[in-house]
């Protein structure tokens, strides 16, 4: 369980993604190139320009947990020379699609980490407060760089990150159950 592509592009998507970047989110297929690595979108559709010409398209992947919230991952596509875009990038959970918004203001810079993005379902206090809650985490965290390097947080900040965790994560555990 927990977020995946969105179904359909309905109201409640095109909502969210209003607040992230002009444009229509699309449907792009998933067909990994060669060596391409998960997680590694923006060195993926370099060497896919590389190999094969075109351009990296900047935007955001659109994931979804139905009934709880949204979330858009800064995320590069490869765009062809004839200008289909592809997603040269394997996906952790093996999706074979991906729902794309094209944002061109996202571009990649290795010193500037853009942190995901999350929007609560509407009429979902328990995710509405999960998220608010991950955005504080969120900015505690990301102050620091990149996630996934190993940083030492100050005292001051370690404190506010342990009052919020817990809670953070009954929140979490609300959603799973699908309170």
Known sequence: MGTDTPVAIDETVLAFCARIAPGLPEYVAVEP???????????????????????????????????????????GLWRAPAGRLRDVTPMLHGQRRILFLHDPAAVFDDRNYRPNILGAEPNNAVAADYV????????????????????????????????????????????????
């Open 33 to 75: 190139g060669e060596g391409a690595r998960i997680a590694y979108c923006f060195s993926n559709a370099a060497e896919q320009v590389a190999r094969a010409g075109g351009e990296i398209a900047y935007g955001w992947i659109i994931w979804h947990w139905p009934g709880r919230y949204f979330e858009a991952e800064h995320h």
């Open 132 to 179: 608010a809650l991950a955005e504080q985490r969120s900015a505690i965290l990301n102050a620091y760089g990149e996630p996934g390097v190993d940083h030492r947080l100050t005292p001051e900040d370690q404190a506010r990150l342990d009052a919020i965790t817990p809670r953070w994560m009954a929140l979490y555990a609300a959603l799973e159950r699908g309170d």
